[in-house]
Each structure stands twice: as structure tokens, then as C-alpha cells.
């Protein structure tokens, strides 16, 4: 079975403190993906990486950043944290026919919620 | 750009009762669908997906879904619902040139047993 793991459930940040949230996939897929879900507003795409350090911006980009050194582990960054980006954080691996497209396919890791005082 | 629109935010249901779960899509080129489930304290995981084909696909617990491209629709069904099938599910769209995946708001059933 597909193994997302996402380093934290549960983190408390104050605003203005910046935070890390990692996920490590061990199925050697290509792509990996952090949404955020809030609700009544389903999942939205924050950022996506097609290969190492290859990195896209994704609906909701604005006060996140990202990192993919190596191909099993994908980080999500919050510079400054804000009260705003208090959410469930998921991260998502899905692996490659050929050259950017995946089947499409997401693997979810169990997320990450996240809430800023 | 692309869209979902997934009509009910929250269906209630008796045990046995069939299910309809409406999902509208908005893209003109190729797309392949997919619908994930989400029960209570689980990741979200596969139900089901359509690529290419028969346009009716058979997922995972006697879910299928079909697609309809002249209405733009994936409609999730199920004949007669269990009190296990209480989840949150989402429709998804992949367009053909792009790497992601784009969802709905989410549909929240509730099977009263």
C-alpha cells in the first residue's frame, strides 16, 4: 500500500512564527501536492511538484512556499503564520505515465491541522 | 479555467434508501473524474475513476458513477446505502494537460441506521 506520512497531526503557531509542515511518500511517485481543506469549501491546491526541485503554484499560493529536495519528502512553509491559514493542511502523492501527467490518481497522507493564535 | 460544482452540501438518508450524489464539471477538453470519500477520522481515498471508455465506472462498496459529457456530469450512485457509507465525498477533476486535481466543495452524507 501507498504510504503518505505527514509529520504532524496537530500544531499550535502563534502569528508570526513560521511553520514546517513535511510529508514523505514511499512509493517513489513522481508528484506530490499540499491542498488545504476548510469547510463548505472542499480542497484547494496550494502548491505542486512534478520531479525534484520542480515546484507550481496552485490556486491559493499567497504565504506559503515549498521544498522538494528529494523525490520522497515535500514541505510546506508558512513564512508568517496567520490566523487565516488556520486549516487542515493534506498532503497528496500521485505517480507519472509520462512527462508531467500522472494518472491523476491522489494518495492523501491523514493531514495536518494546523490552527494560529 | 477549470471547475467542480458538486450540487447538495449535505444528503440525510435512511438505511437502504439510494443514493444520487450530483457532481458538474466546467472544462471543454478531455478530462478524466474521480470521486474520493472521506469517513470520519480517515485520510481521504480513491472511490472511484473515469479515464476513458465504458462511461459507467464501479468503484470500491457497490459505488458507481457515470459520465455523462454532453450534460458535463459524473453522478455518484448507489442502489442502498449502509449506515457505514457516513462520510464526506468529493468530486474531482484532472484535466488531460495538467498534473492536478481539482475538487469540489464536498458532499456530506448521513445514513441514519
Known amino acids: 500500500d501507498v504510504k503518505v506520512t505527514q509529520s504532524s497531526r496537530y500544531l499550535v503557531k502563534r502569528t508570526g512564527e513560521k511553520v514546517f509542515l513535511e510529508c514523505v511518500q514511499d512509493m517513489d511517485h513522481e508528484n506530490m501536492f499540499w491542498y488545504r481543506q476548510d469547510p463548505g469549501l472542499g480542497l484547494r491546491l496550494i502548491y505542486f511538484s512534478y520531479d525534484v526541485k520542480m515546484k507550481e503554484k496552485g490556486d491559493i499560493p499567497e504565504g506559503y512556499s515549498v521544498s522538494r529536495e528529494k523525490k520522497e519528502r515535500f514541505s510546506l512553509i508558512l513564512e508568517s503564520a496567520s490566523t487565516n491559514q488556520t486549516s487542515m493542511y493534506l498532503c497528496?502523492?500521485?505517480?507519472?505515465?509520462?512527462?508531467?501527467?500522472?494518472?491523476?490518481?491522489?494518495?492523501f497522507g491523514e493531514g495536518s491541522r494546523l490552527t494560529v493564535l | 479555467a477549470q471547475s467542480v460544482s458538486q450540487h447538495n452540501h449535505h444528503v440525510i438518508l435512511s438505511e437502504a434508501a439510494s443514493l444520487e450524489l450530483g457532481c458538474n464539471y466546467s472544462y471543454g477538453g478531455t478530462v478524466n473524474l474521480f470521486w474520493y470519500v472521506q469517513y470520519p477520522g480517515q485520510h481521504l481515498q480513491l472511490l472511484l475513476k473515469y479515464f476513458s471508455g465504458d462511461p459507467l465506472v464501479k468503484g470500491i462498496k457497490g459505488f458507481e458513477a457515470e459520465f455523462i459529457k454532453s450534460k458535463f456530469s459524473f453522478n455518484l450512485r448507489k442502489p442502498s446505502v449502509q449506515w457505514s457509507d457516513t462520510a464526506e465525498y468529493f468530486c474531482?477533476?484532472?484535466?488531460?494537460?495538467?498534473?492536478?486535481?481539482?475538487f469540489g466543495d464536498g458532499t456530506t452524507l448521513t445514513v441514519k441506521p
Open positions: 497528496a502523492s500521485s505517480p507519472r505515465v509520462s512527462g508531467r501527467i500522472s494518472t491523476g490518481e491522489l494518495f
Open positions: 474531482a477533476l484532472r484535466t488531460s494537460n495538467a498534473g492536478k486535481s481539482t
